[in-house]
């Protein structure tokens, strides 16, 4: 109960306490990543069909989406956007703006984008059949990401608590966790859950490989932003599955 306890205090603002969780057990939360996505997503799907349709309801359920998660995946995209136009390809350099806390100009024009991008699939979906889906297969694998891109891809930093997730992710169960997310997917969304999924793999592989690329593996921000990325990845992909 513990490592569910240490994941949604983690990755939302639900109150809930941390009680000096071990480091095994920090590392087992990780598998709970994708439940506490589908917990957010409930919400945001119950927004969608108490609000109906119209721009003041896409924005208002993006706000709840952000709120939810304290800003913390969008400080890392924030990040990582900084750092990769800073850095000018050194990974020496990307690493070390990436641990500046001042958001420059590139993380800020990364979070309107991502921002403007979220609130018009939104709003798209919510004047479609079905749309609400999404709302809550976004959140569900945007977290589920992370569980493959720490079992495929070395972490570069040499503390954090990203370095307690994965020196302790237990890798069988990670691997089971990820398929039965990607079947319960499936069942759940019909065709616009293998459209979230396509969606969702296409933003993973391509951030996966440009972290490989840049850095040799991943942070705790560039999983948090890929975290934003596969979400919006997926509401585009829903959408044009579902128009």
Not at 165 to 173: Q, S, V
Not at 209 to 223: E, I, N, Q, S
């Amino acid at each position: 109960m513990k490592p569910f306890l240490v994941a949604l205090r983690f990755l939302t603002r639900f109150p809930v306490s941390w009680n000096s969780p071990t480091d095994e057990e920090v590392g087992r939360s990780m598998l709970y990543y994708p439940l506490v996505g589908l917990l957010m997503g409930l919400p945001l799907a119950a927004m969608a069909w108490a609000l109906g349709e119209g721009v003041l309801a896409a924005a208002l359920i993006v706000t709840a989406w952000v709120l939810l998660t304290g800003l913390l995946h969008m400080d890392g995209l924030a990040d990582t956007a900084d750092a990769w136009i800073g850095g000018l390809g050194d990974r020496e350099r990307t690493l070390e703006i990436m641990k500046d806390p001042r958001c420059g100009p590139a993380g800020v024009t990364a979070l309107i984008l991502l921002v403007l991008v979220k609130f018009a699939a939104v709003f798209e979906l919510l004047a479609l059949p079905g749309g609400w889906i999404a709302l809550i297969l976004a959140p569900l694998l945007g977290r589920a990401v992370v569980l493959p891109l720490f079992l495929l891809t070395g972490y570069v930093r040499s503390a954090g608590m990203a370095t307690l997730l994965a020196r302790h992710l237990p890798r069988r169960g990670a691997w089971l966790v990820t398929a039965g997310v990607a079947l319960a997917v499936i069942i759940l969304g019909g065709m616009a859950g293998v459209w979230a999924l396509a969606g969702a793999a296409l933003v993973f592989l391509l951030g996966r490989a440009w972290m490989v690329h840049r850095l040799g593996g991943t942070t705790g921000d560039t999983a948090g932003g890929l975290i934003e990325l596969v979400e919006a990845g997926v509401l585009l992909a829903v959408v044009l599955a579902l128009q």
